[in-house]
């Protein structure tokens, strides 16, 4: 399974673009990255998954680079609300055993 | 659909005693995880499940045991409550395992505490 490293923490305002980076260097050829979000007290949810380029939903976005070694979880004019810890994951057909990390804890502040 | 649900939502066990959390799913998910959260910490993997009848461990197995005799429920039994297990415990179900469209749906979470 593919290691991930991700910043702990990170502040950022209201109304601002929140860039949150994943390092994944030994992600295999048919591995997809996959990012999760969790409020305090609930478990995490599904925002979006890539395996190259850019993908778009609305929520978020994810860009990834030609070699794949890293990912960007972008998110657009964050508010109060998007305050929460941001796990990113790598995964292929068949993975059972995500590991989680300890996430990026993102704090929103007005 | 209610998703996952589990239950309890909050239980306090004293050290030796048993107890079991239930976690069901309503979409007709094969697969089927356990997980704990440490404070501050990221999710473990416990045991899995891809289908009624087929387990197999995670990542901290020791201590718990599961079974899956349906599809929809998943229960995840502590057979000699230690002060280690103090968690919060996350029931989730995908329809695929790992790969493209692969989506875990969880559970509110119930929070053990163990003294």
């Known amino acids: 399974l593919a290691k991930t490293t991700q910043p702990i923490s990170m502040d950022s305002y209201e109304g601002q673009e929140v860039n949150i980076t994943c390092s994944h260097n030994?992600?295999?050829?048919?591995?997809?990255i996959t990012w999760y979000q969790q409020f305090p007290s609930q478990g995490p949810r599904f925002i979006i998954q890539?395996?190259?380029t850019k993908v778009t939903n609305e929520v978020a976005s994810l860009f990834i680079p030609a070699d794949r070694k890293s990912s960007t979880l972008s998110l657009p004019r964050v508010s109060l609300s998007d305050t929460a810890v941001y796990y990113c994951?790598?995964?292929?057909?068949?993975?059972?055993?995500?590991?989680f990390g300890t996430g990026t804890r993102l704090k929103v502040l007005a | 659909n209610a998703g996952v649900t589990q239950t309890p939502k909050f239980r306090i066990l004293k050290i030796g005693q048993s107890m079991t959390l239930q976690c069901a799913q309503d979409?007709?998910?094969?697969?089927m995880y356990w997980y704990r959260q440490d404070p501050g910490m990221g999710l473990k993997l416990i045991y899995y499940?891809?289908?009624?009848?087929?387990?197999d461990k995670g990542e901290v197995p020791n201590g718990y045991n599961v079974s899956r005799s349906t599809t929809e429920d998943f229960p995840l039994r502590l057979e000699l409550a230690a002060p280690s297990q103090t968690s919060v415990y996350f029931c989730?179900?995908?329809?695929?395992?790992?790969?493209?469209?692969?989506?875990?749906?969880f559970g509110p979470g119930t929070r053990l505490t163990v003294l």
């Open positions: 499940s891809v289908g009624a009848g087929i387990t």
């Open positions: 979409m007709n998910h094969n697969y």
């Open positions: 989730a179900s995908s329809s695929l395992a790992g790969g493209p469209g692969d989506t875990q749906y």
């Open positions: 890539g395996y190259k």
């Open positions: 030994n992600i295999a050829t048919n591995d997809y």
């Open positions: 994951l790598v995964g292929t057909s068949g993975t059972y055993k995500y590991i």
